[in-house]
């Protein structure tokens, strides 16, 4: 592949190969259990899905920007990824999802049970790697991230269903589920590195903005049929409140209203609703204005890097960033 030709992931990838290769060493040795071997099979069946482990990258470039040469970005880049995938088992279980990644869910192939269990597990050792980074700052910020990665769960399931949902409280969601893991992956990989409060800011500023802007791409994603790993309007099934159907409630009247509160309210899908809720979308330039609402989140993330050292790795994040949402141009 040409360097032109690859994206801003493949040249992290590539600047930070010897630090991902310790990186994925360090999840094999630590996902094993010698005395439940179902845990291991869990963990690798999702892990080996693929995914482009952008979280632990963010973890590796924030140090390599100070010129890091320990082994806690290693370790936190790991601690990262272990949360990563335990929030995925969960989630998996509470929105009875049957497909990640193109494949079929834990849940599916083994149990709910097994699917929970196994992400605790996976709790417990990302606190482990945490605690080997003798950082009790470190500890607090990604304590706190778990922490409101659970509210933004639970926040997303108490206002399930309310047509009423503001788009400030689905950012408050998107901030919990989603940002608050790529902020403290940013920012833990700066403070490591001895970077210096105000950087370990910016990381953090840089890596919320990306969360934000990679989640509305994400719900945009599930409307207009990109392969993603799930089924083009799973979301509309399940009646969650995206960012394109608050705006489209903001204006509904009549036929559109009651269809909203059928679908969403009362949770009754049926057969043409994906199509008649893009047809919605289109007739009030939902899904262009919201895609505008990602690349401003875009723009947010890329100011915070500014002040940040120059080189390849800065570059590649500043891109990273235009990336996460390319495909919705």
């Given at each position: 592949?040409k360097?032109?030709?690859?994206?801003?992931?493949?040249?992290?990838?590539?600047?930070?190969?010897?630090?991902?290769?310790?990186?994925?060493?360090?999840?094999?040795?630590?996902?094993?259990?010698?005395?439940?071997?179902?845990?291991?099979?869990?963990?690798?069946?999702?892990?080996?899905?693929?995914?482009k482990?952008?979280?632990?990258?963010?973890?590796?470039?924030?140090?390599?920007?100070?010129?890091?040469?320990?082994?806690?970005?290693?370790?936190?880049?790991?601690?990262v990824?272990?949360?990563?995938?335990?929030?995925?088992?969960?989630?998996?279980?509470?929105?009875?999802?049957?497909?990640?990644?193109?494949?079929?869910?834990?849940?599916?192939?083994?149990?709910?049970?097994?699917?929970?269990?196994?992400?605790?597990?996976?709790?417990?050792?990302?606190f482990q790697?945490?605690?080997?980074?003798?950082?009790?700052?470190?500890?607090?910020?990604?304590?706190?991230?778990?922490?409101?990665?659970?509210?933004?769960?639970?926040?997303?399931?108490?206002?399930?269903?309310?047509?009423?949902?503001?788009?400030?409280?689905?950012?408050?969601?998107?901030?919990?589920?989603?940002?608050?893991?790529?902020?403290?992956?940013?920012?833990?990989?700066?403070?490591?590195?001895?970077?210096?409060?105000?950087?370990?800011?910016?990381?953090?500023?840089?890596?919320?903005?990306?969360?934000?802007?990679?989640?509305?791409?994400?719900?945009?994603?599930?409307?207009?049929?990109?392969?993603?790993?799930?089924?083009?309007?799973?979301?509309?099934?399940?009646?969650?409140?995206?960012?394109?159907?608050?705006?489209?409630?903001?204006?509904?009247?009549?036929?559109?209203?009651?269809?909203?509160e059928?679908?969403?309210?009362?949770?009754?899908?049926?057969?043409?609703?994906?199509?008649?809720?893009r047809?919605?979308?289109?007739?009030?330039?939902?899904?262009?204005?919201?895609?505008?609402?990602?690349?401003?989140?875009?723009?947010?993330?890329?100011?915070?890097?500014?002040?940040?050292?120059?080189?390849?790795?800065?570059?590649?994040?500043?891109?990273?960033?235009?990336?996460?949402?390319?495909?919705?141009?």
């Amino acid at each position: 592949m040409k360097d032109s030709d690859q994206t801003p992931v493949h040249r992290l990838q590539g600047l930070l190969s010897d630090r991902m290769e310790a990186v994925n060493s360090l999840i094999a040795d630590r996902m094993a259990s010698e005395n439940a071997p179902r845990i291991p099979q869990v963990t690798a069946h999702l892990v080996g899905a693929g995914g482009k482990r952008i979280r632990p990258l963010m973890v590796l470039a924030a140090a390599a920007l100070y010129g890091y040469r320990g082994d806690n970005d290693v370790k936190l880049a790991a601690t990262v990824e272990f949360i990563h995938t335990a929030t995925l088992l969960h989630d998996d279980v509470v929105d009875e999802s049957e497909q990640r990644r193109g494949r079929p869910t834990a849940n599916l192939l083994w149990d709910n049970q097994s699917s929970v269990l196994v992400g605790d597990y996976l709790f417990a050792r990302s606190f482990q790697l945490m605690v080997e980074a003798e950082s009790l700052r470190v500890l607090d910020i990604l304590a706190n991230a778990a922490a409101v990665i659970a509210e933004g769960e639970v926040l997303q399931l108490s206002v399930a269903r309310d047509l009423t949902t503001v788009e400030d409280t689905y950012i408050k969601v998107v901030r919990g589920k989603t940002a608050a893991l790529f902020a403290a992956a940013s920012e833990v990989g700066g403070l490591v590195a001895g970077a210096s409060d105000a950087d370990v800011a910016a990381l953090r500023r840089y890596g919320d903005a990306l969360g934000i802007a990679f989640q509305i791409a994400d719900d945009l994603l599930d409307l207009v049929g990109e392969d993603i790993g799930k089924n083009t309007g799973d979301d509309l099934r399940e009646g969650k409140l995206t960012l394109p159907v608050i705006r489209a409630l903001a204006v509904a009247q009549g036929e559109e209203r009651a269809f909203w509160e059928r679908l969403i309210g009362k949770g009754r899908f049926e057969e043409g609703d994906v199509e008649r809720a893009r047809a919605i979308f289109d007739r009030h330039g939902i899904i262009e204005g919201v895609r505008e609402s990602a690349f401003d989140w875009v723009a947010e993330a890329q100011s915070a890097l500014e002040g940040l050292p120059e080189g390849d790795v800065r570059t590649s994040l500043h891109d990273l960033a235009e990336f996460t949402v390319a495909r919705l141009r």
